[in-house]
């Protein structure tokens, strides 16, 4: 049995959907992510493009893209932020706060060097990505 987990932008136009189980869960602390969702850090779930299905307001997603590798969607209603995709590592970000009833189990953190909130929860600490996705794979203590 596929698990599905159901979400809605911030006024509920645009409904979202994803079936699985993600590919990873932790936080981001790029300057680029912090902005983007105003606050100290994000939390994403990262999924195969393929387990993620918008099942309405398909019409009201909009996208910008900042950064490279990063195509940010939102509602163009409310402004609600739903997701990112990043077509260079096949995967697309579901904001973790986006799906409530996935239980958010962080295995990680990237772009540590660029935090501004220090979280000492025990998860490795990359100083930007893993090598496996194109960084350094360095990690950083807490």
């Known amino acids: 049995m596929t698990t599905t987990h159901k979400g809605t932008c911030f006024c509920g136009s645009v409904e979202i959907e994803v079936s699985g189980t993600p590919e ?28 993620v299905r918008i099942t309405n307001g398909q019409d009201l997603l909009g996208e910008f893209s900042g950064v490279p590798n990063s195509v940010r969607q939102f509602c163009k209603k409310c402004g609600g932020h739903i997701m990112t995709d990043h077509p260079e590592w096949g995967v697309t970000d579901v904001f973790a706060a986006v799906l409530p009833s996935l239980a958010f189990v962080p295995g990680v953190h990237v772009n540590y ?30």
């Open 113 to 142: 060097a660029e935090a501004v909130l220090p979280m000492r929860d025990g998860l490795p600490k990359f100083k930007d990505f893993p090598a496996e996705i194109g960084g350094s794979g360095e990690q950083v203590t807490e």
């Open 24 to 51: 990873g869960m932790g936080y981001c602390h790029c300057a680029s992510c912090r902005a983007w969702s105003a606050g100290p850090v994000n939390a994403f779930s990262l999924w195969k493009p393929g387990s």
